[in-house]
């Protein structure tokens, strides 16, 4: 190993050091938690070490860098740093920003910046639905007490450390109900990377709620706390502190796996969102109940949670063919008859093969 000391480097040398300088400096000031950030980041921090390491005897030393880099730009002393001064001046910036953000609102443009998908539902994601506490509307009512904690902050620092990054996650805000006793909404976080979705509230007393799988907005817009609560694929979590509600999160979340490929979150928010047997099943009923008929192929589906979004006639394919997170095997017509059934009520078409299997031919009406 050479005398770190006696290291002197060439007029060549100190320019190219100095484009390092310049281009991690530049990508600290600009870092918003991407992983395009990141690798901008690496790029020339990586080039830093290799350097280092060639002039050193293959030993790293944060004291050599900083030599280098007083050596390459003296007129600059912020510029004087090893590689681990830059990553943690990006690093505790990023978190900083984080920390300031005490409210959603505050996080959603730090989202932005870093590459998230931000949509917005005209729904209330959450309902409260029959008989669940709503806001006093006597001529006194008593004052509400709400406290909030920044746990959509807390949650994407969190998830930063296991290298899913801003530009991984598709994320939901809703229309808050102003009748609702909650202040905070539920946002909704997706993750297609991973293929799990997250429903989180900065409210104190409010539950976290994560999915094994990405359910899409509708199920958070039409199914209250008790209905997410019981549906196999979701885990609530409760929040005592911080690390016992991230240690929790992370279990139902990666476990021990590492995240996936990276997905393209633009193109797969783009693609029509996931359908729910429980919904088809609902917007089913609720037209039966409307206009005294079963729905047929033909025409929108016009009541329930999928009322002037869906066509009978999608539905009943992506049954069949098992498309947008169903299971295939099944037809419009077998869902209506099974119901008839849940529900005690009068099907014609329930009889032995009247609404068809895969492979039947067969298409329900």
């Known amino acids: 190993m050479a005398e770190e000391n006696n290291i002197i480097l060439s007029d060549t040398e100190r320019q190219q050091y100095r484009g390092w300088l310049e281009a991690a400096l530049e990508a600290v000031q600009g870092y918003n938690g991407s992983e395009a950030a990141d690798e901008r980041l690496f790029e020339p921090l990586l080039a830093i070490d290799a350097f280092t390491l060639g002039k050193n005897g293959s030993v790293r030393s944060d004291a050599l860098e900083r030599r280098f880099s007083k050596q390459a730009w003296p007129e600059n002393p912020s510029a004087c740093k090893c590689m681990n001064d830059f990553l943690s001046a990006a690093w505790d910036s990023y978190e900083r920003k984080l920390e300031e953000a005490q409210d959603y609102r505050a996080v959603l443009p730090l989202l932005a910046q870093g590459g998230a998908v931000i949509k917005h539902s005209d729904k209330t994601f959450v309902p409260t639905g029959e008989g669940s506490i709503k806001e006093a509307t006597s001529d006194n009512p008593q004052p509400v007490e709400w406290k909030a904690q920044p746990r959509l902050a807390m949650l994407i620092k969190h998830l930063k450390e296991e290298k899913i990054y801003t530009d991984d996650l598709i994320v939901y805000t809703c229309t808050p109900d102003p009748g609702m006793v909650r202040r905070s909404p539920y946002i909704v976080v997706q993750i297609p990377r991973i293929d799990k979705e997250i429903a989180v509230c900065d409210e104190v007393g409010e539950i976290t709620m994560v999915s094994n799988k990405i359910l899409g907005e509708d199920i958070w817009a039409n199914l209250n706390k008790r209905q997410l609560e019981a549906r196999p694929e979701i885990t609530a979590v409760r929040f005592s502190n911080e690390e016992n509600w991230w240690n929790n999160i992370h279990s139902a979340l990666l476990g021990e796996r590492e995240p996936g490929k990276k997905v393209d979150i633009v193109q797969y928010a783009a693609r029509k969102p996931p359908l729910d047997m429980d919904l088809i099943?609902?917007?089913?009923?609720?037209?039966?109940?409307?206009?005294?008929?079963?729905?047929?192929?033909?025409?929108?589906?016009?009541?329930?949670?999928?009322?002037?979004?869906?066509?009978?006639?999608?539905?009943?394919?992506?049954?069949?063919?098992?498309?947008?997170?169903?299971?295939?095997?099944?037809?419009?017509?077998?869902?209506?008859?099974?119901?008839?059934?849940?529900?005690?009520?009068?099907?014609?078409?329930?009889?032995?093969?009247?609404?068809?299997?895969?492979?039947?031919?067969?298409?329900g009406r």
Do not use: C
């Open 281 to 363: 099943k609902a917007s089913i009923l609720e037209h039966r109940e409307m206009r005294e008929g079963w729905p047929t192929r033909s025409g929108e589906v016009l009541h329930g949670p999928y009322a002037n979004k869906e066509t009978w006639g999608g539905i009943d394919t992506a049954l069949n063919l098992g498309r947008r997170g169903l299971p295939g095997g099944s037809t419009l017509a077998a869902v209506k008859a099974q119901v008839s059934e849940e529900h005690g009520l009068d099907y014609k078409g329930m009889h032995t093969g009247g609404f068809g299997t895969r492979g039947s031919g067969a298409r």
